[in-house]
């Protein structure tokens, strides 16, 4: 129930594509839901986050959509450029109680030029 | 500039031996993480601290330690009794989830350490 299933494993579109990366969760009491970009060789940083109570964010050329029904959400990159290529990770934590975070098993995007 | 110091950045350690990873924040962060990158697994938690001299057992902690003495430092030492040690290894920090903060995670660039 804690963990939160990632997928594709690896991801290759051409540039300007909109790669989609999904992930599904199963406990409903998680309220917090951010995606993390990592370089290689470099720690994870913050890419955009989301809350259940609205069911899509836009940030730049980043977007999340969520649906709380189906305990799913999914990061949308639009005009992908080669410089998004990197792993991209989604997660999810609980307001309450812990600081824990529970992380997806990360994405390998690979945009072509 | 604030941020998160991890070093070394590469370590080599033969078997049977101990070794400790510095992790040191300036950004005045509460709570602290230590978490394992393997290929194909994500992150996971190996030990996190919410405040100084005091942390909690992550998923993974089997095989390792902690201190908390200080709040800009949180060492973590990968004993011998770690089965397979070699790994990219994460220190990260961050303030307590509120109406206004996120909690947002800020990692340092990593250690990698690969046993001979």
């Known amino acids: 129930q804690q963990q939160v299933k990632q997928s594709p494993q690896s991801l290759i579109v051409q540039k300007g594509g909109i790669p989609i990366i999904n992930c599904a969760y199963e406990n409903t009491a998680f309220d917090y839901f951010p995606w993390y970009q990592q370089f290689p060789g470099k720690g994870p940083a913050l890419l955009i986050a989301?809350?259940?109570?609205?069911s899509e964010k836009k940030e730049g050329r980043f977007t999340i959509s969520f649906n709380k029904s189906a305990k799913q959400f999914s990061l949308h990159i639009m005009d992908s450029q080669p410089g998004d290529s990197a792993t991209y990770f989604c997660?999810?934590?609980?307001?309450?109680?812990?600081?824990?975070?529970?992380f997806g098993t990360g994405t390998r995007l690979k945009v072509l030029a | 500039d604030g941020g998160i110091t991890q070093s070394p950045k590469y370590l080599f350690r033969k078997e049977g031996q101990n070794v400790t990873l510095s992790c040191e924040q300036n950004?005045?962060?509460?709570?602290m993480y230590w978490y394992r990158q393997d290929p194909g697994q994500g992150l996971r938690l190996i030990y996190y601290s919410q405040i100084v001299n005091d942390f909690q057992k992550g998923d993974i902690a089997e095989g390792y330690s902690v201190s908390r003495e200080k709040k800009e430092s949180f060492p973590l030492t990968v004993t011998s009794a770690q089965k397979n040690p070699t790994a990219f290894y994460l220190c990260a920090s961050s303030i307590p989830r509120g109406r206004a903060r996120t909690g947002e995670l800020f990692f340092g660039e990593g250690s990698r350490l690969t046993v001979l």
């Open positions: 997660a999810a934590s609980v307001s309450s109680g812990t600081y824990k975070y529970i």
């Open positions: 989301i809350r259940p109570d609205v």
């Open positions: 950004l005045n962060h509460d709570a």
